[in-house]
């Protein structure tokens, strides 16, 4: 349908309509039911999903960031703050929303150096205050694989490591994190390019996997590649421990260290 004819039907013109398509105008409920009928989708559940979100002016916790930080650091945690679930597939680092503040200042330290203090602060900061959804009242059902690698790897000191690891059992045991490990002697584990997170949204179709690209991290919400998502994360699931023997294959790396 071409956007003058959807623009004659709220009464106004073909630029507004692509503002309203590409997230740079809003649009109230109304417009987004009228237009849902008109273009003849029969998802209640997802019109009406998208109406509260058309609607839906809260101002979060991550704006205090905005013009601080790069924008994705501002859509990462508005993802992770609206979500109904979370599912992470971590290979080489411990998962963000489980790292403790020593852990996070030595890896962005280490993969942007010369990072000057007064922009790694607030790095470290918003990756910390990105916890809250596992650990507010209501925390969102958060399930993570983790690969040994990533539990071994001492991206600052023996110390740290220890504390980042004492921190992931802690969050275990106050039943906010279902955490997964992938032993290093795993057979027929092949998924070592597996990092992703998936978000899910109050209806399937509002669904978003996050992966991390060469240029940045790139945010997925087509049909077919959120259904090669879902795929991955039970193949991984698949070779990973169980819970309770995972939680005892991290008390155990903490006591060697």
Do not use: N
Not at 7 to 18: F, K, P
Not at 131 to 141: D, H, S
Not at 166 to 173: A, F, H, K, Q, S
Not at 233 to 238: D, G, I, L
């Amino acid at each position: 349908m071409k956007a003058r004819e959807a623009a004659a039907l709220l009464g106004a013109d073909a630029v507004q309509i692509s503002q309203i398509e590409s997230g740079v105008a809003g649009v109230s409920a109304e417009r987004v039911r009228r237009l849902a009928a008109h273009y003849a989708c029969t998802d209640e559940a997802l019109v009406e999903a998208l109406a509260v979100m058309a609607t839906d002016r809260t101002r979060g916790w991550w704006e205090d960031y905005r013009g601080v930080l790069p924008s994705v650091f501002l859509d990462t945690a508005e993802v992770e703050h609206h979500a109904t679930f979370l599912r992470e597939v971590v290979i080489t680092h411990v998962p963000g929303l489980l790292q403790t503040a020593d852990y996070a200042r030595a890896v962005y330290a280490y993969m942007m150096p010369g990072l000057p203090e007064v922009e790694l602060i607030p790095r470290v900061e918003h990756r910390l205050r990105r916890r809250a959804v596992i650990e507010r009242a209501r925390p969102t059902p958060y399930e993570t694989v983790i690969h040994e690698f990533a539990l071994r790897i001492r991206v600052a000191d023996r110390g740290a490591s220890r504390a980042q690891l004492l921190r992931i059992l802690d969050e275990i045991e106050r039943g906010h994190a279902t955490v997964r490990v992938i032993p290093t002697d795993q057979d027929g584990f092949a998924g070592a390019g597996a990092s992703m997170m998936y978000t899910g949204g109050p209806v399937p179709r509002l669904d978003t996997g996050l992966r991390d690209a060469p240029t940045g991290t790139a945010f997925i919400d087509a049909g077919p590649q959120l259904a090669q998502l879902r795929t991955l994360f039970r193949k991984v699931e698949q070779a990973a421990l169980a819970p309770l023997a995972s939680r005892d294959f991290i008390h155990r790396l903490a006591k060697e260290l």
